[in-house]
């Protein structure tokens, strides 16, 4: 059985007291001259409005994500799996921002982007607590009754935003069992909430025991985390710079296929190819900078002050790390690079900064 949630379904914001209804996945399409795919849905942000559509927006990096990576269950088909992201993007969008805008039959659809920084917020925000866990599950089941839909459907969507596995979740929907709703399991990973007609009746003259417009933050208010990105080493905006210059003088496709790699393998803890990609990169540049080798670069380049070391850190700290695990030969004892070893992502990117300005 599919691991997708029956649509139409809605996503809601308890905080913000807003809804809206998802009602038909339309198809996936690569983003012209983006490293992007689009997800395109048809949906309808109150009750009374006619139809409108929306887009995801997932960059190529994303794409080797899997939902283990957040603790829920895998899912090897790539257009199952993001449909579940694109639907826990909805929901974080309204939270974030309120409903996407309406966009009239024959105009692009309002688009939603979900590049890596979203992806690390999945996985960085904390996780909701009980009443958050009520408050989410009430306002999904009062939102559903207000779009007319036949009762509202709790899956892996759901898990990802509070990030609580199914097994926690489930424990408040038992607790509201025959009083705020009737639960029927859909397998395998799922509850199907029908609201009884006391809680409707109590949400709509505002007698309820939570006043859901009232509930506690949202669960998607992640505090910043002062460690490494998981996902990204090379921002995606600097790759997309790159890949709008207009540079006549210089190819950047090489340069931007190992930003591309770099990201790949730190995403996928390959510390042995980031440290050789990041020296790669050294390599590759100098003639941006009318240079031949990057030790001119970082002695001799007329940029600022904080520019000259950051690239005097790139040459010599990265380059030596490069080469330490490049060129050392087999021993007794061996110690392997870790994330924070090979990590010059901050560094990387004032040198790619520097590029684009130049170009």
Request: charged share 25%.
């Amino acid at each position: 059985m599919s691991v997708v949630k029956t649509l139409p379904t809605v996503v809601a914001s308890p905080a913000r007291d807003l809804g809206l209804a998802v009602l038909e996945f339309q198809e996936p399409h690569p983003i012209a001259n983006r490293d992007a795919t689009g997800y395109y849905y048809k949906v309808r942000l109150t009750p009374d409005a006619r139809d409108t559509r929306i887009v995801l927006l997932f960059s190529g990096t994303v794409f080797y994500v899997n939902t283990d990576a957040f603790g829920l269950p895998s899912i090897p088909d790539k257009e199952t799996r993001f449909t579940v992201f694109a639907e826990a993007a909805i929901g974080d969008y309204v939270v974030e921002h309120g409903l996407p805008e309406s966009t009239p039959s024959g105009t692009a659809p309002a688009q939603i982007e979900c590049f890596s920084p979203h992806f690390q917020t999945w996985q960085d925000r904390a996780p909701a607590t009980d009443d958050q866990i009520e408050a989410y599950l009430k306002a999904h089941v009062l939102w559903s009754w207000k779009f007319a839909q036949k009762g509202w459907e709790l899956g892996l969507a759901d898990c990802l935003r509070l990030h609580r596995p199914f097994e926690f979740i489930n424990r408040i929907v038992v607790l509201g069992e025959g009083k705020e709703w009737t639960a029927h399991p859909q397998e395998p990973y799922g509850q199907w909430l029908i609201p009884t007609p006391e809680f409707l009746r109590r949400e709509r003259d505002g007698t309820g025991s939570t006043n859901i417009s009232q509930a506690s933050p949202p669960v998607n208010a992640t505090p910043p985390t002062s460690g490494p990105p998981e996902y990204v080493y090379v921002d995606e905006t600097r790759i997309g710079d790159l890949r709008r210059s207009s540079s006549t003088k210089f190819d950047l496709r090489k340069l931007i296929a190992l930003c591309e790699e770099l990201n790949i393998a730190y995403r996928s803890q390959c510390y042995h190819a980031v440290a050789a990609l990041n020296r790669a990169l050294l390599d590759h540049v100098p003639p941006v900078f009318g240079l031949r080798t990057f030790v001119e670069v970082a002695s001799n380049y007329g940029g600022t002050k904080s520019v000259k070391e950051c690239l005097k850190r790139l040459e010599e700290s990265a380059r030596d790390i490069a080469d330490m695990h490049l060129h050392t030969a087999i021993r007794a004892k061996e110690a392997l690079p870790s994330r924070t070893q090979v990590n010059f992502s901050n560094d990387i990117d004032v040198l790619l900064a520097e590029i684009v300005r130049l170009l």
